[in-house]
């Protein structure tokens, strides 16, 4: 809790920061983070490690961003550029950690954006989201929202030593399903991530998580097998893992690892196969369905949706991914104008990544733009 912490009010001069690409994983073009630090603590946070720069005591202080809500107006509303898209609250932080009960920070972002149209998706281990429940529901109505609660484990026990400050994972089940009823409009599921070779990876584990997910609810399950063990984060990971009942991991994990970022991709693959086995099993998405402009990116998001789902289905079933798929997919978020004109002037080629194949993909799309309607041969997925 908040009580253990120094909490530091600190205003900031910027609120927004754009992607180069949306994130194919949550749509999120743009992030904002309402606090620095986060009472959490889960032991394996990635935001421990150098690469984000965060230059206080992570496990002791958390920096409240007493501006944001001001700055992210001000922003929007001088910027000529800026163009509505998914923003991510949170990141490096939870946006709904025990201090927001008392300031209230990602609320007030909420209300921005609310103001200004923009989509919104929300990871949280928490379930104050609750209190918010209204307000997504109406931002969903009027453009998208979309929810995932993190869950990576049904054990009370070793989710309470993973992630000591976070609601409970029945606790966030029951947010889940709080959340369906409260705001329909609002697009819910379960973040299934990471999850932790030895621990969380067993069979009971990952059919539990995704059953329990499924009656709450959600509407996806978007599971990434393994985790990052990165520098500073590796080594507060294992540090906690040796001195707890535990320990007994620590030897498989390094063995795993191998000295390597990430999980090897056998490991994974054989993960993939289960989990996919699992959603369908129980009749659950493994992609959340993208939010859509009625601008001129309108079919361009709709393509890039279509060709990154292709790379990632693909590379859940057969272990094989077709980069070009998913470069293009990407590559296509920024451009300026609409496919549709480029497919007229019989220019696709001319685009990032686009090579025989990928054209071959989206061409049958595209013929039939005009008339065709929301649901794709995607849809079973996303």
Known sequence: MTSNFKIINKEFKTALNKLKYPDSWFWCRYTINPYSGCAHTCIYCDARSQRYYLNQDFEREVIVKTNMDKILDKRIKNSRTLLPDVIGPGGVCDAYQPIELEVENTLKILKVIEKHRFPVNIATKSDLIIRDAEILNRIAKDTWCTVGFSITTMNEELAQFLEPHSSSPKERLAALSQIKKKAPNVQVGTYFMPIIPFLEDTDENLDAVIKKSKEAGADFIIFSPGLTLRDAQADFFFKKLKESKYNHVVKPLLNLYK????????????????????????????????????????????????????????????????????????????????????????????????????????????????????????????
Not at 284 to 289: F, G, I, P, T
Not at 309 to 319: A, E, F, I, Q, W
Not at 334 to 345: A, D, G, W
Request: overall charge positive; proline content about 3%; charged content about 30%.
């Open 259 to 382: 000295g390597q970022l990430s999980p090897p991709k056998d490991y994974v693959d054989n993960m993939y196969q289960k989990l996919l086995a699992l959603c369908q099993k129980y009749e659950v998405a493994v992609k959340v369905k993208r939010w859509i402009p009625k601008d001129y990116r309108k079919w361009n998001y709709k393509i890039s949706e279509l060709l990154l789902v292709k790379d990632y289905m693909d590379k859940l079933t057969s272990g094989k991914s077709n980069k070009s798929f998913y470069w293009a997919g990407l590559h296509l978020n920024n451009l300026e104008e609409s496919i549709i004109n480029v497919y007229k002037r019989g220019e696709l080629v001319t685009l990032k990544n686009f090579n025989s194949k990928v054209i071959k993909f989206v061409e049958p799309y595209l013929k039939r733009s005009k008339e065709m309607n929301e649901k794709t041969g995607m849809d079973k997925f996303i």
